[in-house]
């Protein structure tokens, strides 16, 4: 907690005399700290925290498409608005983008190496995302106000590849000899491991671009996995979050906003909670951590959750999806595309859980949310796990030709991986005694080997297509927390298949990409608008169009 008070503090204090502009296209602040004052170490600090942010921006978008969380609104065309993408674009280019640019020189110069290859890593994160998200966006011209005010678009293609050349040159700096120590919020100085994270998003890289480059993804990948030099469980890349409400307030976002006087907060997906509690045979072990009941029974009252009252639409029957609520359970979220107005049911939704926002892990208490309820807030922002690796690895066996290896293995690797994970890092907050009462280690085994089992007879019975749609399906449910993969899953395999639809038996065309930012648009003279960001596909998405592949 004083580690996390103090980077706050610091960062504070950075931000009184680094001042980023406002301005989408970013032009010159004369408020910025000049090289010769600058104090690297804030600089990357400041980097560091503005990343988790963007890290949480860009994830909720993914979350929400993907039925992780409830997505409101009616149809899919009246979400995700272009003012609704200005945060996260201007906190990329006039933040982190923007202070990158201004450290590595002065890195380089100094021989920071270190500082260079940490700000590159989260470089090439930065502008993967920005890819995948809106497709072309401005970079050769977009840092550089001097020349152009107004920066045009590069192809996504070509952004990419800068991602990758990034990811190269962190490698470098990683491998060189360097003086400076900078604050490490991801891995404390255990800069082995940043090397083993630049291989994991290099495999992101390559399977992204697997449709538009078959044999170049899968040599790279091969070779990847052949160099076998992957993250592994205890190397995690996740943001760290307190336990502070305030001076400042260090505790995960998803928490601060949930667990508060009254409750609140988001809206949990019915279909994500199904798919966990209901589906199979046995409960996924992961339920009790990822969801925390308020109440452990199913509400009555249609006030509170007006779907009681409600006969589920024709579409919804017809397909055999759940409506309204998953079981009897009390696991009480909303369905796909709900925007109907918020009753006073902010103490009976279902809360996020231990992991991965810090809440209670659920033994049964059905007590309200509070401020300092379960772990207050010590949760994390899983950006890269172990077990994602294996998931990747497994999908490209089974979709890639020539990706030659074991995919079952893979699956279950990165689902013991996930279950071992969740369970380790939520064990490590203050929930540490209410999960081994409830839930002792040896009966969460049990749990997870029974778990395994089914998957196992799963498996033995589905073809080849079918295989594809439980490695899927066992990423998205390992993913929790993690939007911006789930929606480059999603996209790029179309699995989990068999998505809930929205309510409303048309809801429109499932958004492939994002609209450009109104900022954008707005200030840059060269900016256009898309027609359309439903049927507008980022230049590695190129499966079929419309909701014949994804809905």
């Known amino acids: 907690m004083k580690i996390m008070k103090k980077i706050y503090s610091l960062l ?24 010769e004052t ?44 272009p003012v609704t993408q200005n945060a996260r674009w201007t906190n990329a280019y006039a933040n982190i983008l923007n202070n990158i640019k201004f450290l590595v020189p002065l890195a380089e110069e100094a021989n920071f190496r270190r500082h260079a290859g940490m700000a590159r890593v989260m470089q ?86 697997k449709l538009v480059d078959p044999s170049g993804s899968a040599a790279a990948i091969n070779a990847l996995i052949a160099a076998n030099n992957f993250i592994q469980p205890g190397q995690e890349f996740v943001f760290r979050f307190g336990t502070n409400l305030t001076d400042p307030d260090s505790r995960h976002p998803r928490f601060a906003s949930q667990y508060q006087p009254g409750g609140g907060g988001d809206y949990q997906s019915t279909w994500f909670m199904w798919r966990m509690t209901e589906e199979k045979s046995v409960p996924d072990p992961r339920a009790r951590f990822y969801f925390y009941r308020q109440v452990i029974v199913n509400p009555t009252d249609a006030d509170q959750l007006r779907c009681l009252g409600e006969i589920a639409p024709g579409h919804y029957l017809a397909g055999g999806w759940p409506f309204c609520l998953p079981g009897t359970r009390g696991y009480w979220g909303r369905d796909h595309l709900n925007a ?69 293995a893979y699956l279950d690797a ?32 049990e749990q997870v080997e ?29 993913l929790f927390g993690n939007g911006n993969e789930s929606y480059n899953l999603y996209r790029r395999t179309g699995k989990p298949g068999n998505m809930q639809p929205g309510l409303l038996e048309n809801f429109g065309t499932f958004p492939r990409s994002m609209f450009y930012p109104n900022n954008h648009v707005v200030t840059n003279n060269n900016a256009r608008q898309k027609s359309e960001s439903r049927t507008e596909r980022v230049f590695w998405d190129t499966n079929p169009e419309g909701n014949s592949w994804v809905y």
């Not at 149809?75 to 995700?80: C, F, G, L, N, P």
């Not at 966006?137 to 590069?154: H, K, M």
């Not at 962190?170 to 082995?192: K, M, V």
């Not at 899983?382 to 990747?392: E, G």
């Open 414 to 445: 990165g689902i013991q991986k996930s279950m071992n994970y969740v369970r380790a890092q939520s064990v490590a907050t203050t929930q540490a005694g209410v999960i081994n009462t409830f839930q002792p280690l040896a009966d969460y085994n």
């Open 124 to 209: 090439a994160y930065t502008l993967m995302t920005l890819v995948d998200q809106f497709d072309d966006v401005p970079w050769s011209e977009a840092l550089d106000p001097g020349t152009t005010l107004s920066p045009n678009l590069d192809e996504g293609s070509a952004v990419y590849a800068v991602a990758l050349a990034t990811l190269q040159a962190a490698r470098e700096d990683f491998a060189a000899s360097s003086i400076g120590t900078p604050q490490d919020l991801f891995y404390n100085g255990t800069w082995a491991n940043w090397v083993r994270l630049i291989n994991a998003l290099e495999l992101k890289y390559h399977l992204n671009r």
């Open 38 to 81: 600058a104090s690297l170490n804030l600089v990357l600090n400041r980097i560091q925290i503005d990343f988790a942010t963007f890290f949480n921006q860009t994830g909720d978008t993914g979350m929400r498409l993907t039925r992780m969380l409830n997505q409101g609104s009616n149809i899919y065309e009246q979400t995700h608005a």
């Open 450 to 478: 029974d778990y395994l089992e089914v998957v196992d007879r799963e498996w033995s019975q589905a073809n080849a297509d079918d295989r594809m749609d439980i490695i899927g399906r066992e990423y998205w449910l390992a």
């Open 12 to 35: 504070i204090a950075l931000s009184l005399v680094l001042v980023s502009s406002c301005d989408l296209d970013l032009q010159q602040d004369p408020n910025n700290v000049a090289p």
């Open 340 to 408: 109907e107005g918020i009753p006073p049911d902010g103490e009976g939704r279902t809360a996020w859980g231990v992991y991965p926002a810090g809440g209670r892990f659920d033994n049964n208490a059905g007590a309200a949310v509070s401020p300092t309820a379960g772990a207050g807030g010590q949760g994390v922002h899983p950006i890269m796990l172990p077990s994602f690796v294996d998931f990747m690895i497994a999908e490209a066996i089974q979709t890639m030709d020539g990706v030659s290896g074991d995919a079952k």
